[in-house]
């Protein structure tokens, strides 16, 4: 009888972690995120997070406010910092808004539905 399969073997014992010297793996704060957010009926609310410290969120704020017709807020988040809350779905024009400004496309996220 034959009992090896007891003994403590560990097959990854002697490989080295591929991600411990890397903290940012993974990591979405390089990115723009732009979600949409059911509220009650069909009232819905665009939130613009992760927004770069070159840009001032109140000036941008009311740039989209004027270009779009739409009210917003700017919310202060422990966690996600300054997001920018709008009325209704404003995802595509957000983006269209951004890259006409000189930020690149593949550095915004769009989520929703």
Do not use: W
Not at 40 to 55: A, F, I, M, V
Not at 72 to 84: K, S
Not at 89 to 104: C, H, P, T, W, Y
Request: net charge negative.
């Amino acid at each position: 009888m034959n009992v090896e399969n007891l003994n403590n073997f560990d097959p990854f014992a002697d490989e080295d972690d591929p991600l411990a010297g890397n903290a940012d793996v993974g990591s979405q704060s390089n990115y723009l995120h732009i979600r949409i957010q059911q509220r009650n009926g069909r009232k819905t609310l665009t939130t613009l997070q992760g927004l770069p410290k070159e840009y001032d969120p109140k000036k941008l704020l009311k740039a989209f406010k004027k270009e779009f017709a739409c009210n917003g807020t700017v919310v202060d988040d422990e966690e996600m910092g300054e997001v920018i809350q709008l009325q209704g779905d404003q995802r595509a024009k957000i983006a269209n808004f951004l890259v006409e400004q000189g930020m690149s496309r593949s550095s915004i996220k769009i989520h929703g539905f």
